[in-house]
């Protein structure tokens, strides 16, 4: 089943304690990007990448960085959480940079105290 | 950056009646998507369109894409519960090359409330 896969779904920490947030999807896509959503914000884009090695800012990057070492992985790092990026995050593919229709995971809700 | 403008904000409806909602950009797109969340879950793609002026349906939905290229609307007829989620506009734009890149700008959702 193609699907795209984050982990953990809920997750509650402190904060300065870093932390990853795992995305992997199965459909050989090149471009993936992360979102965080918030209420009467809408999603957010934080980091993309469209291949292998390839990562760019997003509109909202501050305080998170990612990494693209295979194709399949793009996790999201935050290497001291705040409060202020309690959320719900999501992590999205698509077969390449131009193609527009989106696969989302299930989100992962983030809570920084 | 680039901003989307999604009203209304929620909408309270009963069952069986016609919903529209719209999205307003200050910049062009060249595609506009519509996406569905369901509580719980992540947003998943219900239309997209590729061409100023497009009128596409998918069931009981129809959207278009405007003529100005800023701006969309979204239709939903004979609501039924199931409808109940969170729905997002989204655009799609061009590079200064006129390459088109991946990046969406969503609008901020509207809550959809269908009562039986």
């Known amino acids: 089943e193609a699907q795209v896969t984050q982990n953990p779904r809920y997750l509650i920490t402190v904060t300065g304690k870093k932390l990853t947030v795992t995305c992997s999807q199965n459909?050989?896509?090149?471009?993936m990007s992360w979102y965080r959503q918030d209420p009467g914000l809408g999603l957010r884009q934080i980091y993309y990448?469209?291949?292998?090695?390839?990562?760019d800012k997003g509109d909202v990057p501050e305080g998170y960085k990612v990494s693209r070492k295979e194709k399949r992985n793009f996790p999201l790092i935050l290497e001291s959480p705040s409060p202020n990026q309690t959320s719900l995050y999501f992590c999205?593919?698509?077969?390449?940079?131009?193609?527009?229709?989106?696969?989302f995971g299930q989100g992962t809700r983030l809570t920084v105290v | 950056g680039q901003q989307l403008n999604q009203s209304p904000q929620s909408m309270f409806i009963q069952e069986g009646e016609d919903v529209s909602m719209n999205c307003t950009s200050s910049?062009?797109?060249?595609?506009w998507l519509w996406y569905k969340q369901d509580p719980g879950e992540g947003p998943v793609l219900l239309i997209a369109?590729?061409?100023?002026?497009e009128l596409t349906s998918n069931g009981r939905l129809t959207a278009q894409f405007g003529i100005t290229r800023k701006d969309s609307f979204l239709n939903i007829s004979a609501s039924i519960p199931s409808d109940v989620g969170i729905y997002f506009c989204?655009?799609?734009?061009?590079?200064?090359?006129?390459?088109?890149?991946?990046?969406?700008?969503f609008g901020q959702g509207t809550i959809l409330t269908v009562h039986p």
């Open positions: 999205a593919s698509s077969l390449s940079q131009g193609y527009t229709e989106a696969f």
């Open positions: 459909m050989n896509h090149e471009y």
């Open positions: 990448s469209m291949n292998v090695e390839v990562t």
């Open positions: 910049s062009i797109f060249n595609t």
């Open positions: 369109l590729y061409k100023a002026g």
């Open positions: 989204a655009g799609q734009g061009r590079n200064a090359g006129g390459t088109s890149y991946g990046k969406l700008t």
